[in-house]
């Protein structure tokens, strides 16, 4: 299974999860245009089965109905984001939704997809993908699992990618989730130190940031990454960085900080993209 940020960031964000056979467009922020010349260079050539939406902002959503209509593949998300696609002027080819922390196949798939809430607005969700799930729903019905870790044990053949950004803060239940993931692809949107003397930033703005529903910061990141084992753990992705008030040596040491080993690799999802991973 192979995982591309296309693009990382407030301005727009974009990647691909894709197998042998399937192919996932996680976000549309980004124009056609740039989405489809930066799919051509990760070296994908499958046409998208869905485009997964994590919430109603325009950096992950705006463009989601357009590629939808492109590539003739439903765009997937919460019902809480869906009137988000529900503009006359700018309707998906298919629109499907979710309820927040259900997973789901799509008929013939090997993947399967796990939703979970995340506190950034009403309706958000990260996902956790995982190829080689065999639980026997392969049928097209939505239905809750239960448990979010990936089933069988860590030699079986199961492969997961967790995509958690725009987060606010990190809950027990995102914790569970992405405790198993072969790569975790999370949100160091800010430096703490470097927010706090940007003076571009108003008080309020800086506040807002900050409340546990806006972003992530290096510091959180460093915390969640000590606070578990990661038994199959080998990539981190860091994604959404702020270009204002965050720089990728600072995200990267603080992920290395966070894990206190080195047989984990630490990307910058926001800077020479796109940026292709296997699992
Ligand atoms: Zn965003
Ligand atoms: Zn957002």
Request: glycine letters at 8%.
């Amino acid at each position: 299974m192979k995982y591309a940020i296309l693009a990382s960031g407030s301005s727009g964000n974009a990647s691909l999860v894709w197998t042998e056979r399937h192919c996932l467009v996680v976000e549309a922020g980004i124009p056609m245009r740039k989405l489809t010349a930066a799919k051509s260079i990760a070296r994908c050539v499958l046409k998208p089965d869905a485009i997964l939406v994590s919430h109603e902002h325009d950096d992950h959503a705006g463009y989601a109905a357009e590629a939808s209509r492109y590539w003739h593949c439903p765009v997937l998300c919460s019902r809480e984001t869906a009137p988000r696609f529900q503009k006359p002027h700018d309707v998906p080819w298919d629109l499907r939704t979710f309820a927040v922390g259900q997973g789901f196949t799509l008929p013939e798939w090997d993947l399967r997809i796990q939703t979970v809430a995340v506190p950034h607005v009403q309706g958000a969700v990260g996902f956790v993908i995982t190829e080689g799930w065999e639980g026997g729903e392969s049928n097209g019905q939505p239905k809750n699992s239960g448990s979010y870790a990936v089933e069988g044990d860590a030699s079986s053949k199961t492969r997961s990618i967790a995509i958690f950004t725009d987060l606010g803060s990190v809950t027990d239940e995102i914790r569970a989730a992405v405790a198993q993931v072969h790569l975790l692809a999370i949100e160091a949107d800010y430096s703490v130190g470097m927010m706090a003397e940007n003076p571009e930033y108003p008080e309020q703005l800086k506040k807002r940031l900050m409340a546990g529903y806006g972003h992530l910061s290096n510091d959180a990141i460093e915390n969640l990454l000590a606070s578990q084992p990661w038994p199959n753990l080998k990539t981190v992705a860091l994604i959404h960085g702020s270009r204002r008030n965050n720089l990728s040596v600072l995200a990267i040491a603080a992920a290395r900080r966070g894990l206190g080993r080195n047989n984990v690799g630490v990307a910058c999802g926001w800077e020479n993209l796109p940026l292709v991973m296997e699992v």
